[in-house]
């Protein structure tokens, strides 16, 4: 599976901005997908994760109730919507992507920058 993520900018704090990430493979619909993120300076971190079974969703602390999670089989797409940005949001965000039996985050995308600014 090859994962490309799209969608950062530029965007002022308050504002909102959607990621994208577009997958290669026939059994999207069989991955459990992600999004990590890495401010500078920092370790790569959990933000966002769609489980293929049965869907369930699950979100950083940091992120609750801001940031929605979205996949869409049918184009083998996950999408990231992000509001109320803040500053600390800034960061490169990731995709990922790991398939049943594997367990573990297996596929990577190359990131895509969002910088909030004040």
């Known amino acids: 599976v090859q994962l490309q993520a799209s969608g950062g900018g530029l965007v002022q704090a308050g504002g909102s901005l959607r990621l994208s990430c577009v997958a290669s493979g026939r059994t999207f619909n069989r991955y459990s997908v992600g999004w990590f993120r890495q401010a500078p300076g920092k370790e790569r971190e959990f933000v966002s994760a769609n489980r293929w079974s049965g869907g369930v969703t699950s979100y950083a602390d940091s992120v609750k109730g801001r940031f929605t999670i979205s996949r869409d089989n049918a184009n083998k797409s996950v999408y990231l919507q992000m509001n109320r940005l803040k500053l600390e949001d800034t960061a490169v965000y990731f995709c990922?992507?790991?398939?049943?039996?594997?367990?573990?985050?297996?596929?990577w995308g190359q990131g895509t920058l969002v910088t909030v600014s004040s």
């Open positions: 990922a992507a790991y398939g049943l039996g594997q367990g573990t985050w297996t596929y």
